[in-house]
């Protein structure tokens, strides 16, 4: 109860159904190997919580009001039947949250990715996370979904919320395990210069996007499909494709540019492209976009390079139309 002074829960399953466990005052209170079961967790006036790098801490059905530190020391916390998340959750050092089964994760809260650590990791164990509409994953490097460390099974994520790579520099890495899928009905994007680099399939539904926006945004589609939604780009921000031939785009519009020219890139069409506004393909250095008896619509361009003598708009099988 004094300033900067420490707690510690070691061990076993602490019960805090209906109660509340306060951090204030820069004091800490650690969590080693426990399980905390319901109530409410809250932190205030520099307080904070901590994890140790031990596979048997939860926190179970939850409320965060203030601040979990997977950030100053490598720390687990493993999440389990849901959270209500209103504070933030910092994770670095290699740090893991992971988010075991189905769950939803309400709240007004933020996720943040650190620079310090090649593994910092949000993983989704076996089940399907939702991200509610009030929540933010952001921040500079990291994966979120792969690399399960506790469940092994087939897991989706839903997002209803906003995922950003926000850091100059930064590299944040969507790759649901096993290949799963992202329903996307909120925001991904890149900004500010960092890199939201997609590893596993993207579906856009309802009002879903993905943006890269501002000076070396970039969202780098890795071997995956894109389906539906828009793809936005602006203030300097792009789209890329890598050399991949599982790259394929299925009936989205395409606000801004897709570069193709930087490097060596492939595209694949498979359920018609629109060009929205300001929709640009730029081809070039030996990369490719193909058309598989698909229809490009709307008013844009294709624009191909000085480099490369293999610059290629292919038709594949099929009929393609050019509006």
């Not at 793809?231 to 519009?253: C, D, E, Q």
């Not at 640009?280 to 058309?291: G, K, M, Q, T, Y």
Request: one cysteine or more.
């Amino acid at each position: 109860d004094g300033a900067g002074s420490a707690l510690g829960f070691t061990g076993g399953t602490f019960n805090n159904t209906g109660g509340t466990i306060d951090a204030i005052n820069n004091g800490i209170i650690g969590l080693n190997g426990v399980n905390i079961t319901g109530g409410i967790l809250s932190s205030s006036s520099g307080g904070k919580f901590t994890a140790s790098n031990n596979g048997n801490n939860f926190l179970s059905g939850v409320t965060l009001n203030g601040t979990l530190d997977l950030a100053s020391g490598t720390g687990i916390e493993r999440i389990s039947g849901g959270m209500t998340l209103n504070g933030a959750i910092n994770v670095n050092s290699n740090s893991v949250l992971a988010f075991q089964g189905d769950q939803t994760i309400g709240g007004t809260g933020t996720i943040t990715l650190g620079s310090t650590g090649a593994n910092n990791r949000i993983t989704t164990e076996a089940g399907n996370l939702t991200l509610g509409s009030g929540i933010t994953i952001n921040g500079q490097n990291g994966t979120i979904g792969g690399g399960q460390v506790f469940v092994a099974g087939p897991a989706t994520l839903t997002n209803n919320g906003t995922i950003s790579a926000s850091v100059a520099g930064g590299q944040i890495n969507l790759a649901i395990s096993g290949g799963g899928l992202t329903t996307n009905n909120g925001v991904l994007s890149a900004q500010n210069g960092g890199n939201l680099l997609l590893s596993s399939a993207v579906t856009n539904a309802g009002s879903g996007h993905i943006d890269a926006i501002g000076t070396n945004s970039v969202v780098t589609q890795n071997g995956i499909t894109i389906t539906g939604g828009t793809l936005n780009t602006s203030g300097g921000g792009t789209f890329v494709a890598t050399n991949n031939g599982s790259n394929r785009l299925a009936g989205v519009t395409l606000n801004g540019t897709l570069n193709l020219a930087s490097s060596t890139g492939l595209e694949l069409v498979t359920g018609n492209l629109t060009f929205g506004t300001g929709g640009i393909v730029n081809i070039n250095n030996n990369s490719v976009l193909c058309l598989m008896a698909d229809t490009l619509s709307g008013n844009g361009t294709i624009t191909f390079g000085n480099t490369g003598a293999n610059n290629r708009l292919s038709i594949e099988a099929g009929d393609s139309v050019i509006g």
